[in-house]
């Protein structure tokens, strides 16, 4: 039963942690097309809001519950590589979650040297990564 918990905990704090990663991107194109100072920075402080008061404690959050459903079941790793590549996607989630951290500061020093273009493409990033976790998980190809 306890497992069921933890791994209930573990979805919501993934879809948490999923609306930031969706949602900080576009605020990245946003904040690329904006020309004034009024609108920059508030964009700057949406920003920051959103990854440090939601994205960084669900991210969080996701990878506690998550360590703990794997230590509540480490029978999981023998059940087919899918878990492997299901675990190599989160590391690649997370380098992802760095990265727009670091754009955050970026934007917030003014830095930023990319156009809204680039950042449409960059949001689409994680919308990959959760198509082909889901399919691991559910489908488990191999």
């Not at 990663?21 to 964009?43: G, W």
């Not at 939601?54 to 519950?65: E, K, N, Q, R, W």
């Amino acid at each position: 039963m306890l497992y069921l918990w933890v791994k209930a905990f573990h979805i919501v704090s993934i879809v948490c942690w999923f609306a930031g990663l969706f949602y900080l991107p576009r605020l990245f194109v946003y904040h690329a097309q904006s020309e004034d100072t009024v609108s920059k920075e508030r964009f700057s402080v949406m920003e920051r809001k959103l990854y440090r008061g939601i994205m960084g404690p669900a991210m969080l959050a996701t990878l506690v519950f998550g360590i703990w459903m794997l230590a509540l079941n480490p029978g999981i790793f023998q059940s087919g590589a899918w878990i492997h590549a299901k675990l190599t996607l989160v590391v690649l989630l997370i380098g992802y979650h760095h990265m727009c951290g670091a754009q955050v500061k970026r934007f917030a020093r003014g830095e930023n040297t990319r156009s809204h273009v680039f950042y449409r493409w960059f949001n689409e990033v994680p919308v990959l990564i959760l198509l082909a976790i889901v399919i691991l998980v559910v489908v488990k190809p191999f």
